[in-house]
């Protein structure tokens, strides 16, 4: 390998002269500290991989030095090192060296490189120790990271009277260690997290880009909850005569296309039913959704694709993921959808702006604003004034009256959900190619 900067600050900084003298030198490609969760390894500057039983060279090391380079590593630095580690420090951007030469002056030389790229993915999984069963609150995180970091996160759901016993289904193993461990218990929804972003404090938002969803099961399950009989029932006060109460109703899942029990063939739009923030004001059940954290918003337009944000309410925004769905139509008449576990990949950053006061969305052609309340025509209304107030901080010359206008004729005005408790949801979806053009 080859050093790039000298990092003692009495030492002069190295010319590409001294680095093109110093002579090739060889280094563990990979070493462990303590239980293996520290990592050294350095793509950039390595020329190639040798057996260090006989010397040769290892036909292919380039490309696993670069394989291995892209890795996750839980922890990823420790003042642990011996001469020659390389280390990967915690903003997952840097990489130092420490140079057993001039051992006797230096007690530790260090030397850094860059890596290109973003920033790797970092994997949650869904554990005993990862999730929370139907609250959020503030906790300790199971993971932090850095705005703009990458999370690949790992989601079951569904309690043990939903698990189908008959047949061969891929049930999650992660699935059943919950149920058996998890005593702590408030709601339905099994959420992974929480995940705390480096730097977000209240007032911030906390943008949440979903890059990727993947149902990893090959069933979900629909049913009516005898609890509340669904939304005709929370409507109307009356039973939904002839229904099997609490009966799920399996669907099977493969390569992106749903085949439920009674009939037919649906095409999936997987996305997550809970994604919110820790609230202020300690545990929460996770059912009603919130306009101060989101939560379990139900909003089936964060596919792969979509961007969701948040208003932070307390430091590190502590973020939950969860209530996986396979598909769901607005409203979610009957109390569930097509419910299954899910992963997802996120991109969490910090923005720094006070205009999101509620949660709020977007898709590459819709803007979409979201509001929750105990009645759903307070819920429409707020929905629209944020659409309004979203249109004047991206068109400052659009008179409100015209705005207001624009969503009349180019706006849907949809009913989100109306069974989660005493929560009703709406939302307002605005193409982006209706707007006007912005001034020059």
């Not at 680095?19 to 950039?44: C, E, H, M, S």
């Amino acid at each position: 390998m080859r050093f790039l900067e000298a990092r003692d600050p009495e030492r002069p900084k190295a010319t590409a002269q001294d680095i093109a003298a110093k002579p090739d030198q060889t280094w563990p490609l990979i070493r462990a500290v303590g239980d293996g969760d520290f990592v050294y390894v350095n793509p950039k500057n390595t020329r190639g991989v040798v057996d260090s039983k006989n010397g040769n060279h290892v036909p292919g090391g380039l490309e696993l030095v670069r394989e291995v380079g892209t890795l996750v590593v839980e922890h990823v630095y420790a003042h642990k090192w011996e001469p020659g580690d390389l280390v990967f420090w915690d903003n997952r951007k840097l990489l130092h060296a420490a140079s057993p030469f001039d051992a006797n002056e230096f007690e530790r030389l260090l030397f850094r490189s860059e890596f290109a790229g973003e920033i790797p993915k970092v994997r949650l999984r869904c554990s005993p120790s990862t999730v929370c069963w139907g609250f959020l609150e503030q906790r300790p995180p199971v993971l932090e990271i850095l705005s703009g970091a990458v999370v690949q996160v790992e989601t079951v759901g569904g309690s043990p009277e939903v698990v189908p016993t008959n047949g061969t289904w891929r049930i999650p193993t992660a699935l059943g260690e919950i149920h058996r461990t998890v005593k702590d218990r408030v709601g339905p929804h099994i959420l992974t997290g929480p995940i705390k972003v480096q730097g977000a404090e209240p007032g911030d938002a906390l943008k949440v880009e979903i890059l990727e969803t993947r149902c990893p099961s090959d069933w979900a399950w629909t049913l009516v909850p005898g609890r509340t009989g669904g939304g005709l029932a929370m409507l109307t006060g009356k039973s939904t005569g002839g229904v099997q109460l609490d009966t799920p109703r399996y669907t099977r899942l493969n390569e992106g296309w749903a085949y439920p029990s009674w009939g037919g063939e649906l095409e999936t739009a997987p996305f997550f039913g809970v994604l919110g923030v820790a609230p202020r004001e300690g545990r929460v059940n996770s059912i009603p959704p919130s306009d101060a954290y989101g939560g379990n918003l139900d909003l089936k337009l964060l596919t792969s694709g979509a961007t969701l944000y948040l208003p932070v309410q307390v430091s590190g925004a502590l973020l939950f993921v969860g209530d996986g769905r396979a598909r769901q139509g607005d409203g979610e008449c009957c109390g569930t959808a097509l419910e299954t576990a899910l992963d997802g990949i996120l991109r969490l950053t910090v923005l720094k702006t006070p205009q999101i006061t509620a949660p709020r969305a977007e898709t590459d052609d819709l803007l979409i604003t979201i509001a929750c309340d105990a009645s759903l025509d307070t819920a429409v209304a707020l929905a629209l004034e944020r659409m309004l107030d979203w249109l004047a901080q991206l068109r400052p010359r659009l008179a409100r009256l015209d705005a207001y206008c624009l969503c009349s004729v180019a706006a849907d005005v949809r009913v989100t959900q109306f069974v989660n408790g005493d929560s009703r949801g709406a939302h307002v979806a605005l193409p982006k190619q209706c707007l006007p053009a912005s001034a020059s």
